[in-house]
């Protein structure tokens, strides 16, 4: 299907929008209702043309663009990647430090947890405990 991309961008984000926020449950996993609601089901090129989306398909790629040719995926799989909290930041801002630098949340961190900061490393497997909280194996560099 080929898809051309004129229009309003702003219009195509507002119908989307519209669209997207009837599926709020897709920011929270695969828990879907039964059963899926069409729209979710039909590849994302098919659902932009339904909405006259082509103006923001170029957009929603940057959002999307790992998971596939989002075209001829199924429109649940482009709404995962660009979904109701991608919509909301859009609208309202996302959230970063105040020099917009997130490193600054990870090194702010590493300040008040010092030495129990792991870098370079892989978590092998995690326990949970009410009683004993959590413990961790981790591979690192050294050992």
Not at 22 to 27: A, G, I, K, N, R
Not at 46 to 71: M, N, R
Not at 107 to 132: C, M, N, P
Request: cysteine-free.
């Amino acid at each position: 299907m080929a898809l051309t991309y004129p229009g309003n961008f702003s219009t195509a984000l507002e119908a989307y929008a519209a669209q997207v926020f009837q599926y709020p449950y897709l920011d929270y996993g695969f828990d879907l209702p039964n059963p899926v609601p069409a729209d979710l089901l039909l590849p994302f090129g098919e659902f932009a043309k339904k909405y006259s989306l082509d103006a923001l398909v170029p957009f929603a790629w940057t959002f999307a663009q790992g998971v596939g040719d989002i075209l001829n995926l199924p429109t649940i799989y482009v709404m995962k990647s660009f979904g109701p909290n991608d919509i909301l930041g859009l609208q309202t801002g996302f959230v970063t430090t105040a020099l917009h630098d997130n490193s600054l949340i990870y090194e702010s961190a590493q300040v008040i947890l010092g030495q129990d900061v792991l870098y370079s490393s892989t978590v092998l497997a995690v326990e949970r405990d009410s009683k004993t909280g959590v413990k961790m194996v981790v591979k690192t560099t050294s050992g």
